[in-house]
């Protein structure tokens, strides 16, 4: 782990996400990249007008990134920081700067957090980012403080693809990086007996986590995500792992309302990562 991408607004949210990026960094030894992008303004007839807006709008937030990221070098001396203003869609912003400065992982705060309104709207940059992103994606509550990760919980199901994509590989290297213990929980419909197959996905995990501090647990319940919440309410959690997988448009549908009820009500960090 070298390179931690902090997406920052200035927001109390966004300050409160570099503060845990920076626990982070500095168990993991990593550098900080600060990264502030601004929407694409709208079109005008009034063009000068419009582009000394923009650049007086760039003027501004450069000077507050260095100045935020001079604070940092104080605080924390051994880290590397450095900064970026961008004008754009942010989505694809942070994907080619995911590419360009070999970023290893990305921190950012939640906007809405426990909030109906924001869950059935847009949602927040973090969990569109989520979705698609090459990267692990760290999702931070508002006012969580960092603590090391000791205890991570891994969200997986009894889905054969498993053999076939990389999540499982990623989940054992994050829980290795953080040098953690490793809850696997299968969540299953209320009264679902496992058949022959979902045995035989889960003896084919057992074997990958074989040297892997890990328990595996299933979980029954009406609606995954009150399952996995319930869970982490319950347990000594640090982190929660969401496998964003490739499948059909209705598995789509189903795993993007768990991963939006987590990000946005888990009281704890959500780690998304791409499967």
């Known amino acids: 782990?070298?390179?931690?991408?902090?997406?920052?607004?200035?927001?109390?949210?966004?300050?409160?996400?570099?503060?845990?990026?920076?626990?982070?960094?500095?168990?993991?030894?990593?550098?900080?990249?600060?990264?502030?992008?601004?929407?694409?303004?709208?079109?005008?007839?009034?063009?000068?007008?419009?582009?000394?807006?923009?650049?007086?709008?760039?003027?501004?937030?450069?000077?507050?990134?260095?100045?935020?990221?001079?604070?940092?070098?104080?605080?924390?001396?051994?880290?590397?920081?450095?900064?970026?203003?961008?004008?754009?869609?942010?989505?694809?912003?942070v994907?080619?700067?995911?590419?360009?400065?070999?970023?290893?992982?990305?921190?950012?705060?939640i906007s809405g957090h426990g909030k109906k309104l924001s869950k059935v709207i847009l949602g927040s940059n973090a969990v569109n980012l989520s979705r698609e992103c090459e990267v692990p994606v760290i999702i931070v509550p508002?006012?969580?403080?960092?603590?090391?990760?000791?205890?991570?919980?891994?969200?997986?199901?009894?889905?054969?693809?498993?053999?076939?994509?990389?999540?499982?590989?990623?989940?054992?290297?994050?829980?290795?990086?953080?040098?953690?213990?490793?809850n696997v929980l299968h969540v299953l419909p209320d009264n679902h007996m496992i058949n022959q197959s979902e045995a035989e996905t889960d003896l084919y995990i057992e074997q990958k986590l074989e040297n892997t501090k890990h328990r595996t647990y299933n979980l029954w319940a009406a609606k995954a995500s009150e399952a996995l919440l319930e869970f982490i309410n319950n347990h000594d959690i640090d982190a929660v792992i969401v496998e964003q997988k490739k499948h059909s448009i209705f598995y789509k549908i189903f795993h993007q309302s768990t991963t939006n009820e987590l990000a946005f009500n888990s009281p704890i960090p959500v780690l998304s990562i791409k499967g």
């Open 1 to 93: 782990m070298k390179t931690i991408l902090v997406p920052v607004d200035f927001s109390e949210t966004s300050d409160n996400a570099l503060e845990y990026a920076l626990g982070l960094a500095n168990y993991l030894t990593a550098n900080i990249i600060l990264l502030h992008v601004d929407a694409l303004p709208l079109v005008n007839n009034e063009f000068q007008d419009l582009s000394a807006a923009v650049q007086k709008s760039k003027e501004a937030y450069v000077e507050l990134l260095s100045k935020k990221a001079d604070a940092i070098k104080i605080d924390h001396p051994t880290r590397n920081v450095d900064y970026y203003y961008e004008v754009g869609n942010f989505q694809s912003i």
């Open 95 to 109: 994907n080619s700067l995911v590419f360009e400065k070999a970023i290893d992982i990305i921190v950012m705060g």
């Open 142 to 182: 508002p006012h969580y403080k960092y603590r090391r990760i000791k205890n991570i919980a891994y969200a997986s199901q009894y889905d054969e693809s498993v053999k076939e994509t990389t999540g499982l590989i990623k989940v054992k290297h994050l829980n290795t990086l953080f040098d953690s213990t490793l």
